[in-house]
Nanobody
C-alpha cells in the first residue's frame, strides 16, 4: 500500500514563499512520476506540477510557471514543491499524487495514489 503524506502548508503573505513536501512510503517511489494538484474552494482540482521518475522532466501549469519548482529526492522518497511569489489566488489545498503511467501528466485519472492534502493560504 502506498501512502503519501504532504507537509509544509500554512499561511503566508502575498509575495512570500512556501515549500511543500510529500513523503511516500514503499520501495517503488523512484519508479514513478509524481505530481502536485490543488483545489480551491468552489473550484475543480487543477494540475500544478509534475516530475518524471528520475527528475529529468518537469511540467507546470500555466498559472504557476516561473514561480513554482518541483523536485524530488529518490533516496529520501520525497517530492517537493517550492512556491515563490505567492498570490492570493494560489490559496488552495495542495495534493501530492503518484502518476501510474509516466504520461498524461495533467490528467487526474493518470494518478493512482493521492495524499490527504495540505492547506496553503495566501493573504493579500
Amino acid at each position: 500500500q502506498v501512502q503519501l503524506v504532504e507537509s509544509g502548508g500554512g499561511l503566508v503573505q502575498a509575495g512570500g514563499s512556501l515549500r511543500l513536501s510529500c513523503a511516500a512510503s514503499g520501495r517503488t517511489f523512484s519508479s514513478y512520476g509524481m505530481g502536485w494538484f490543488r483545489q480551491a474552494p468552489g473550484k475543480e482540482r487543477e494540475f500544478v506540477a509534475a516530475i518524471s521518475w528520475n527528475g529529468g522532466s518537469t511540467y507546470y501549469g500555466d498559472s504557476v510557471k516561473g514561480r513554482f519548482t518541483i523536485s524530488r529526492d529518490n533516496a529520501k522518497n520525497t517530492v517537493s514543491l517550492q512556491m515563490n511569489s505567492l498570490k492570493p489566488e494560489d490559496t488552495a489545498v495542495y495534493y501530492c499524487a503518484r502518476n501510474s503511467w509516466g504520461s498524461n501528466w495533467l490528467l487526474q485519472n493518470a494518478y493512482g495514489y493521492w495524499g490527504q492534502g495540505t492547506q496553503v493560504t495566501v493573504s493579500s
